[in-house]
């Protein structure tokens, strides 16, 4: 029963912060990588940014100088960082957690979704 709770999403003004937390509770093991994606209304799941175990970040090009993915191994927490906000920002943020389940079958676990919403 792996759960992802996150939690930050909201609305904000353009140019604003915002700042985006997961953490990956119950039987998972040895997470691979966490990171954050999104969804915009009538378009494709697209790559926010990644954070490997071993700190190895990867950000989607639309977001890069901007937003910064950071995690807490110990807590199984991953963060996303989102500065100088756009419009075009707004989008529904899945945290996404690789790792092995119970079975310790390579799993990839996706949270609820939280909305960010940027609008003046």
């Known amino acids: 029963q792996v759960q992802l709770v996150e939690s930050g999403g909201g609305l904000v003004q353009p140019g604003g912060s915002l700042r985006l937390s997961c953490a990956a509770t119950g039987r998972i093991f040895n997470i691979y990588a966490m990171g954050w994606y999104r969804q915009a209304p009538g378009k494709q799941r697209e790559l926010v940014a990644t954070?490997?175990?071993?700190?190895?970040?990867n950000y989607g090009d639309s977001v890069k100088g901007r937003f910064t993915i950071s995690r807490d191994g110990a807590k199984n927490t991953v963060y996303l960082q989102m500065n100088s906000l756009h419009p075009e920002d707004t989008a529904v943020y899945y945290c996404?957690?690789?790792?092995?389940?119970?079975?310790?079958?390579?799993?990839?676990?996706w949270g609820q979704g939280t909305q960010v919403t940027v609008s003046s």
């Open positions: 996404n957690v690789g790792g092995q389940g119970p079975t310790l079958i390579p799993q990839n676990y």
């Open positions: 954070i490997t175990s071993t700190g190895i970040t």
